[in-house]
């Protein structure tokens, strides 16, 4: 496993004893883990939209395309009971 040392400043070293002492997290590694792999997760997720917001701005949805969903909605609709 690979340690990391970093310096942090003593508001940040006091709000993570903080989550400490309310159970939050075990310890301040246990809490740097979690902060790092929040931030990976995040970034992941920011990439993939991007990603995905690219794909669609390069190759945009046409009408026909979508025209299915529209219909399927009419027809679930039209079939409740209200």
């Given at each position: 496993m690979t340690q990391l040392v970093t310096r942090i400043d003593n508001e940040l070293?006091?709000?993570?004893?903080?989550?400490?002492?309310?159970g939050v997290v075990e310890?301040?590694?246990d809490a740097v883990r979690r902060g790092l792999h929040a931030l990976i997760e995040q970034?992941?997720?920011?990439r993939t939209g991007e990603a995905?917001?690219?794909?669609?701005?390069?190759?945009?949805?046409?009408?026909?395309?979508?025209?299915?969903a529209d219909q399927a909605t009419i027809r679930m609709i039209t079939d409740e009971p209200w």
């Amino acid at each position: 496993m690979t340690q990391l040392v970093t310096r942090i400043d003593n508001e940040l070293a006091r709000s993570i004893d903080q989550l400490v002492a309310e159970g939050v997290v075990e310890s301040r590694s246990d809490a740097v883990r979690r902060g790092l792999h929040a931030l990976i997760e995040q970034t992941r997720r920011r990439r993939t939209g991007e990603a995905i917001i690219a794909g669609y701005t390069q190759r945009p949805q046409t009408d026909d395309e979508v025209a299915w969903a529209d219909q399927a909605t009419i027809r679930m609709i039209t079939d409740e009971p209200w």
